[in-house]
Nanobody, 129 residues
């Protein structure tokens, strides 16, 4: 299974972007999907996650109210809608997924990178002031 992240770009502060994460390869189901980001010189950090089976949507405090994680009705792609972007949102954004054949991610672990089995290659988001 490969995850393909796309949709990044260069925008101005206040603009919006929608990132996409699409799975390819064998038939694949995910029990949870997340987005992480890594800014230059910083560690990768949690952005958003959603548990598709157990329910629950989770956001980092820094993006709450501005970002939304959702998927299409065919469940082939997961999106991150980012509104009111700020320069501090500049980073490489990675999508990650938990294999649906494994036990689901528990609430306390949704923000943990090791909870996810598959990762996309990252897409660059740059927000200018």
């Amino acid at each position: 299974v490969q995850l393909q992240a796309s949709g990044g770009g260069l925008v101005q502060a206040g603009d919006s972007l929608k990132l996409s994460c699409t799975a390819s390869g064998r038939a694949f189901s995910s029990s949870a999907t997340a987005w992480f980001r890594q800014a230059p010189g910083k560690e990768r950090e949690f952005v958003a996650a959603r548990r598709w089976r157990a329910g629950g949507t989770y956001y980092a405090d820094s993006v709450k109210g501005r970002f939304t994680i959702f998927r299409d009705t065919g469940e082939n792609s997961v999106y991150l809608q980012m509104n009111s972007l700020q320069p501090e949102d500049t980073a490489i954004y990675y999508c990650a997924a938990r294999d649906g054949g494994r036990p689901g991610v528990i609430t306390s672990q949704v923000r943990v990178q090791a909870s996810y089995d598959y990762w996309g290659q990252g897409t660059q988001v740059t927000v200018s002031s």
